[in-house]
């Protein structure tokens, strides 16, 4: 090729890099969408879905809400297949799922404090503790069954541990979900027959029954858990609005208790944290403070 010809084909091939560039910078930028991940308890449907109205309506993202199972929950977290969540009860529930991936995810904290689980019973039945389970007499009443959630939830693996550690061989955990445990409470409730659950704080069945947990001498269920919130890792270089929202995202038991209660009582998911949000406008706007 000749000095001329290059000369006029110089300007058409610097407009195709700058064109090419212009293309993969594009590919790279990140999207403007959030995707949370969240399991199917009535306390993280509430938490999340508060979430992703603020995100939505306060910071203008795109949220997908990815409804898993505890494992698949932090392993998203992990891979970077999801964005964040706000489901994690530390430090015992999901100590082992937190172990495996902790190296790999950014743990921002707490954003509620006085979680619990544990064993729950109506508070008319005449028993205090998981050692009273060993009495046969209260074993038949309960048909020797504790009503449990999805197989995969952390509570879960605390209870097979509790029937170890308190020797209730004869005793079996029955594999059900969150949504299924509480229809099988209530309907023991009303007709006030016995019944145990694996039950955790909060949820809005503290609120419709009177109930208790079971004395844990063995502190097989831990003390007082927190909710933390986890994000991928990059979040904050992709995302710092986002990141700094979730960051500073943090509300209380009787909070999240409103938002659960108002679904319960018929309320979509959606509506019901839009309400709150919208009802809530100072809390909001602390977990909004410093975003420009």
Known sequence: MTARKMKRLLPLIVTVFVLLFAVGCAQKAPENKIRLAYVAWDSEIASTNVVKTVLETKLGYEVEMLQVDA??????????????????????????????????????GPNLDGARTGLVVPAYMDIQSIEDLKNDEIGEQLNY?????????????????ALEVYELDNWNLL?????????????????????????????WKFAKMELKYLEDPRKVYGEAEQIHTLVRQGLKEDHPK???????????PDDMAEVMVEIQNGTSPEEAAAKWVEANEEKVNEWLKGIG
Do not use: C
């Open 71 to 108: 494992g698949p929950m932090f392993t998203g977290i992990a891979d970077g297949s999801a964005d964040a969540m706000v489901a994690a009860w530390l430090p015992l529930t999901h100590q082992s799922y937190y172990e495996k991936g902790k190296d790999k995810f950014e743990d921002l």
């Open 145 to 161: 069954t504790i009503v449990g959630i999805e197989p995969g939830a952390g509570i879960m693996q605390a209870t097979t541990k």
């Open 175 to 203: 594999e059900s979900s969150s949504a299924a445990m509480a229809a099988e409470l209530e309907k023991a409730y009303k007709n006030r027959q016995p019944i145990v659950v694996t039950g955790w704080t909060p949820h």
């Open 242 to 252: 986002a990141y700094q929202f979730l960051d500073q995202f943090s509300w209380t």
